[in-house]
T-cell receptor
Framework: DQQVKQNSPSLSVQEGRISILNCDYT??????FLWYKKYPAEGPTFLIS?????DKNEDGRFTVFLNKSAKHLSLHIVPSQPGDSAVYFC????????????FGSGTQLTVLP | DTAVSQTPKYLVTQMGNDKSIKCEQN?????MYWYKQDSKKFLKIMFS???????INETVPNRFSPKSPDKAHLNLHINSLELGDSAVYFC???????????????FGNGTRLTVT
């Protein structure tokens, strides 16, 4: 029962262009959404988050958009840099619930120089 | 100054053996977790402890037993290892084990377990 789906296992973009990573979810109880980045042989690290009361959150080159009606969120990276090459996981949560700490299957982003 | 450290990084063992993975965090967090990343790369939560108390125990075989001697440590002991236990196991911590589940997780670098 996959409540979180990242349908693109991989994405390649040119350096300087925009990277768009997508995440779809089914559980309407999710009200907080996090993105993590993972390099090989390391653990995931927190990147950016958004609460369901917002539809956009921006932090430098990273922006997360949330479309609650479509149960869809996306992570935009502009401009993309080679150091952004990593696996990106989305992780929705139900606030106040210890149980809903789910992760998508991840998208491998490769930024080509 | 590693925040969440887990040992060993690699663990190769035979079926039927018992092994442990240790995890320590120096962030002062009150909640710790064990996740399993399977061959399809999904990160699945196994256990969570808040202030040494078990708060999440997902559908995991009882061959897996977490132990939290204090808030900074959460170890994972696995009995009678099976081939299907081969995976990468991640320890994580966060602050807020009550209603504040919006703090991000801080992960260790994983332990790659291979059962032969």
């Amino acid at each position: 029962d996959q409540q979180v789906k990242q349908n693109s296992p991989s994405l390649s973009v040119q350096e300087g262009r925009i990277s768009i990573l997508n995440c779809d979810y089914t559980n309407s109880m999710f009200d907080y959404f996090l993105w993590y980045k993972k390099y090989p042989a390391e653990g995931p690290t927190f990147l950016i988050s958004i609460s369901s009361i917002k539809d956009k959150n921006e932090d430098g080159r990273f922006t997360v958009f949330l479309n609650k009606s479509a149960k869809h969120l996306s992570l935009h990276i502009v401009p993309s840099q080679p150091g952004d090459s990593a696996v990106y996981f989305c992780s929705p949560r139900v606030g106040g619930s210890a149980r809903q700490l789910t992760f998508g299957s991840g998208t491998q982003l490769t930024v080509l120089p | 100054d590693t925040a969440v450290s887990q040992t060993p990084k690699y663990l190769v063992t035979q079926m039927g053996n018992d092994k442990s993975i240790k995890c320590e965090q120096n962030l002062g967090h009150d909640t710790m977790y064990w996740y399993k990343q399977d061959s399809k790369k999904f990160l699945k939560i196994m256990f969570s402890y808040n202030n040494k108390e078990l708060i999440i125990n997902e559908t995991v075989p009882n061959r897996f037993s977490p132990k939290s001697p204090d808030k900074a440590h959460l170890n994972l002991h696995i009995n009678s290892l099976e081939l299907g236990d081969s995976a990468v196991y991640f320890c994580a911590s966060s602050q807020g084990g009550g209603s504040s589940y919006n703090s991000p997780l801080h992960f260790g670098n994983g332990t790659r377990l291979t059962v032969t």
